[in-house]
Each structure stands twice: as structure tokens, then as C-alpha cells.
């Protein structure tokens, strides 16, 4: 299963959520952009590849600008980690239609558990045909 995970202007926490995934969700790819514009490369290029894209995102106005590229997250799952627990932040970041929402703040553990269950129900899918 492939990954993406965008991570601009947090990349010390970008590097340490890979680094949670590659250990606690064996099997997951994880491929890492720094720009949006290298995230709407990826995603064009391997658009019938990606199963997850997470997008760490440092400040609302980034967010806004990654709203702009919804019609590229359309079949993937998104994993939208925010920059702060406002009420305007939390919904320009739903606009995304995401699979699940965590902030900058907390431990990242959340996001590592979900990235399990994405991965497991892939398997078993597989698995079932």
C-alpha cells in the first residue's frame, strides 16, 4: 500500500510520523513531498497507486491552498493532521473529505493506529477477493 505524506513546513514532525509508520505499520510505503507543488507531481504521476495521502499541515493558509487540489484526493483516503483545534480550521479542513482528522499537537499515536486498520482492511480485502 502506498503513502504519501506531505509535510511543507513541518518537517522535523514529518520525520518523525514517517519514522512512526515505517516501525508501527510494516508494509506501508511512504513516499514524503515537501511542496505542494512536488505533492500534486506525485499524485499525478501515481494517482491509481496512492491508497493514503497525509497531509501535515503547518498554518491555515496552506490548508486553503490544499483545498484547491481536492479533485486530486478523490480516490484516496486523506489523513489530515491540522495546525490548531479552531472551529474555521477544523471545517476548511473537512472541506477535504477526509478519513480522519488529528492536530499538530498530539502524540501522532492516532494517526498510527488508523494507518493499521487503512492497511489491515486493504489485506483482508485482498485477501477476499
Do not use: W
Not at 499524485?43 to 501535515?56: A, F, G, T
Not at 479552531?86 to 473537512?94: E, I, N, P, V, Y
Request: glycine share 4%; net charge positive.
Amino acid at each position: 500500500m502506498k503513502t504519501v505524506l506531505y509535510a511543507n513546513k513541518l518537517e522535523n514532525i514529518g520525520g518523525m510520523l514517517e519514522d512512526m509508520i515505517h516501525e508501527q505499520v510494516p508494509g506501508m510505503k511512504v513516499e514524503v513531498c515537501n511542496s505542494i507543488d512536488g505533492l500534486s507531481q506525485k499524485l499525478r504521476q501515481l494517482l491509481n497507486n496512492v491508497s493514503v495521502v497525509i497531509l501535515l499541515v503547518a498554518f491555515r493558509d496552506e490548508l486553503a491552498q490544499l483545498n484547491y487540489m481536492s479533485p486530486l484526493f478523490e480516490n484516496t483516503r486523506v489523513v489530515l493532521i491540522l495546525p490548531d483545534r479552531r472551529k474555521d480550521t477544523l471545517a476548511l479542513g473537512f472541506r477535504l473529505k477526509t478519513s480522519f482528522v488529528s492536530y499538530v499537537d498530539s502524540d501522532l499515536q492516532d494517526v498510527a493506529s488508523v494507518l493499521r486498520q487503512i492497511l489491515k482492511k486493504a489485506k483482508e480485502k485482498m485477501q477476499n477477493g
